[in-house]
């Protein structure tokens, strides 16, 4: 079974920044897309930014591009998400999501980031 594991959620002032890290078990996490989903309260779940499995193809919300970075070491089963110039509609569950194919089919808890104005 393969669990994921985020950290490093919080609370920040509007135009700071966060690093969220997302723990992966197993042996196959190389040969799995990942990605960062998100959902604020009342709102649905929403993509945020995802990667390639060797970590050479990022991808992007618009909302987001350009302040965020996605980023895997796979020799550590980790994925990264560098939050900078945090907006305060930006506060929500943050997620890890692991996509062994087409489909991310595993999905981690989540860690709250709440961006203040």
């Known amino acids: 079974q393969v669990q994921l594991v985020e950290s490093g959620g919080g609370l920040v002032q509007a135009g700071g920044s966060l690093r969220l890290s997302c723990a992966v078990s197993?042996?196959?996490?190389?040969?799995?897309?990942m990605g960062w989903f998100r959902q604020a309260p009342g709102k649905e779940r929403e993509f945020v930014a995802g990667i390639g499995r060797s970590g050479a193809n990022a991808y992007y919300a618009d909302s987001v591009k350009g302040r965020f970075t996605i980023s895997r070491d796979n020799a550590k089963n980790t994925v990264y998400l560098q939050m900078n110039s945090l907006k305060p509609e930006d506060t929500a569950v943050y997620y890890c999501?692991?996509?062994?194919?087409?489909?991310?089919?595993?999905w981690g808890q989540g860690t709250q980031v709440t961006v203040s104005s």
């Open positions: 999501a692991a996509a062994p194919s087409s489909q991310y089919d595993y």
């Open positions: 197993g042996r196959t996490f190389s040969s799995y897309l």
